[in-house]
């Protein structure tokens, strides 16, 4: 079933075809393809930020696209572990919570005059434009730490058990928040607007929208190089069978813990940015349900597919979106549909495949790196 | 001092008592199936409701019921319906998915589902207002010293321990218990071996639901307040309390329960109540940590 993803899809997908491509194309075509997709995803971040400038975008059509990219952010880093690793993990929003206050308080008592914790702003407001991506990733750097309570268990719990302490440690997270008076407790901490009112006086662009783009274009990416690199195929080995990985010298314990943390990490800058974009967190809109929201998303787009991931994200969202008018029977809807795609297509829109394979034009665009990898030649008679 | 911790040791086996239900109700079906049905502390919080009803409409059609008759006759058609619910999941939801042979995580999110459906649609069909249970049994209070103890906590501590027992002796004295856990043995060669799977599965959901339907009416007799996401924070509760005991054991899943049961309520006996989840759940970290099966769980060979 999973034959086609993973360390067999090495073997699958070097073909002569796709090799000539490369190495007989020039240098220069090569350079283009390589800045092809860079300068496309530029080129519309530009587009939407100057449209936004201009008005053309109203504020309702940017929370949408900012919730996007920050559910997309959430789907396909959940998918490390869930789709990749092949665990099941239910308490990604907890680590989204560790990210959201943490870059909250830094941009709090750093940018923010009348905050509730310092009273008055450590750094000049100019500084705001150039420390604001640092803000986020610090929240994505203490999500990391915080998912060592995952990890280091993980080493030697597996499955059912593994998915419990995924959800302790999402409760721990929420309910440790909720007795931290500092941070505002069960009220919650406001007053995030302050540091893009500060960027937005230097230079009047919306920042929090455009940096939303560009961290989920960035997840996108590095996701795609780590799975497509030999530690991304570890990290799939696991799913296969975890024992034989370690026979084949796969490291688990590190990959296991390589993939909770930069899973986490990424939680945690979807954590900052949905900070941001709102101005307001509270510990309970990171509880439990946010995470079955981001599990519901990782299975509708299909276990071990990126751009599933990515495609779901966009489609789950507007969903929501349009089914706000049904108030409360939005929940029963979605519940309803997401177990009939279950019954008809349990392995969600795209299974364990990419857009690429679906839409092989796609790779002229999006070439597999595996691809890059140099042909290796089979010694005389092979192994059999 | 000392009555203060007899007290909190009756209020904790109480409170206990509800989590060993519904862990047993968790344990049962992932026992046989290996499926964490995560709606059954939707279950659970469905039967309450559908308890409510049925006293309603007992009281309003027979004019002079006594309690206990009330009592007993809800709680029979209480269960029979929730059990209905139960099967009624198993068939539409559960059942098309084995046959597919799909993923056991597909059919985990369909559980988590199920559940959504059960507490949203409670929700926008009931409305948000949170009803109360009526007290349809007479309330005894027997005085022990300084110690309180009311004929309610006794009927659920007992009814626990009762409902266990029954439990251990389905599942390890009788011809059905063994063909519940030969499945969860080998699915694959237990047909060949003449048992009738999905009559055994069926009646596995049975059992859970009625159980969940118990824990129901003796919870909404004991706290009153009914809400539709009662059963999402208790459920899940229950299942890690089923974990920590060694999920498919009914042992472990009933003295799991009455564990969390004591460590939640000693935590709010000395602590601030909001201290309560946090203590707890640290302390299941560190067991699953430590003894990643839980207490009597025993860890699965796995074959290369």
């Known amino acids: ?384 | 001092m000392l009555s203060y911790l007899i007290q909190n040791t009756f209020n904790a086996l109480q409170w206990g008592s509800f989590y060993s239900m519904i862990a047993l109700g968790y344990c049962l079906v992932y026992g046989v199936l290996r499926l964490i049905n995560f709606a059954h502390g939707d279950i659970f919080m469905t039967s309450c409701y559908i308890a409510f009803f049925v006293v309603t409409g007992i009281t309003a059609h027979i004019a002079g019921i006594s309690g206990p008759a009330l009592f007993a006759l809800t709680l029979i058609i209480t269960m029979a319906l929730t059990a209905l619910l139960g099967v009624g999941m198993e068939r539409i939801a559960y059942r098309p998915l084995r046959e597919k042979g799909a993923n056991r995580l597909y059919v985990v999110i369909t559980a988590l589902m199920l559940g959504f459906i059960l507490e949203n649609g409670n929700l926008a069909l009931l409305g948000a207002s949170s009803r109360r249970f009526p007290d349809i049994l007479p309330k005894i209070i027997w005085k022990l010293g300084p110690v309180t103890v009311t004929n309610l906590k006794v009927l659920v501590i007992a009814s626990s321990i009762v409902v266990f027992a029954f439990l251990q002796f389905i599942v390890q004295r009788t011809v059905l218990g063994m063909s519940m856990r030969a499945i969860s043995y080998d699915k694959f060669a237990i047909p060949l071996m003449g048992i009738p799977v999905n009559a055994v599965i069926t009646f596995t959901f049975i059992l859970g639901s009625a159980l969940a339907a118990v824990a129901g009416i003796l919870f909404g007799l004991s706290y009153q307040v009914m809400d539709p996401y009662m059963g999402m924070i208790i459920g899940w509760k229950a299942f890690i309390a089923a974990v920590v005991g060694g999920i498919g054991d009914i042992k472990g899943a009933f003295l799991g329960g009455f564990m969390l049961g004591f460590i939640e309520i000693f935590v709010t006996a000395f602590f601030p109540s909001s201290y309560k989840d946090l203590v707890s759940f640290v302390i299941l970290l560190v067991i699953l940590t430590v003894k990643p099966t839980g207490f009597f769980g025993v860890a699965r060979s796995t074959k290369i």
């Open chain 1, 1 to 384: 079933m999973y034959i086609t993803a993973g360390i067999p899809a090495t073997v699958c997908r070097i073909r002569p075809g796709g090799q000539g491509n490369i190495i007989g194309g020039a240098f220069m075509t090569n350079l283009k393809k390589k800045l092809l997709v860079p300068g496309i995803t530029a080129a519309v971040m530009l587009i939407a930020v100057l449209l936004a400038c201009f008005g053309i975008i109203n504020d309702y059509i940017q929370t949408i696209i900012m919730t996007v990219c920050i559910n997309i952010i959430m789907a396909s880093s959940l998918n490390i572990v869930n789709g990749y690793m092949g665990e099941f993990s239910c308490g990604h929003a907890g680590f989204m919570a560790v990210g959201a206050y943490v870059s909250s308080v830094l941009s709090l008592i750093l940018f923010c005059p009348d905050n509730s914790i310092t009273h008055y702003a450590l750094l000049p407001p100019e500084l705001s434009v150039l420390l604001f991506p640092l803000i986020i990733l610090a929240g994505g750097l203490a999500s990391m730490l915080a998912s060592l309570i995952v990890a280091i268990p993980s080493f030697k719990t597996r499955d059912d058990y593994l998915a419990i302490i995924t959800i302790a440690a999402n409760y721990i997270i929420t309910t440790a928040l909720n007795n931290i008076p500092a941070v505002g407790a069960s009220r919650g901490l406001m007053g995030m607007t302050g540091i893009t009112d500060a960027m937005s006086a230097i230079v009047p662009i919306p920042w929090v929208f455009l940096w939303s783009m560009i961290f989920a274009a960035l997840t996108i990416l590095m996701i795609h190089r780590l799975m497509s690199s030999t530690l991304g195929k570890g990290i799939s080995a696991i799913r296969y069978d975890e024992i034989s990985a370690e026979i084949m010298s796969v490291d688990t314990n590190n990959m296991k813990l390589i993939a909770f943390t930069f899973s986490s990490g990424l939680a945690g800058i979807a954590g900052g940015l949905f900070a941001h974009e709102l101005g307001f967190i509270n510990p309970a809109s990171f509880g439990i349900l946010k995470s079955t929201e981001s599990l519901v998303m990782v299975y509708l787009g299909g276990m071990g597919s990126l751009s599933g991931s990515v495609l779901s994200a966009t489609v789950f969202t507007c969903l929501l979106e349009i089914m706000r008018p049904l108030q409360i029977f939005k929940w029963v809807i979605i519940p309803l549909m997401l177990i009939l795609i279950m019954q008809f297509r349990p392995e969600g829109l795209m299974g364990a495949r990419e857009l690429t394979s679906v839409f092989p034009k796609l790779r002229k665009i999006f070439p597999d790196r595996v691809l890059e990898q140099k042909p290796r030649k089979l010694a005389a008679g092979g192994v059999k």
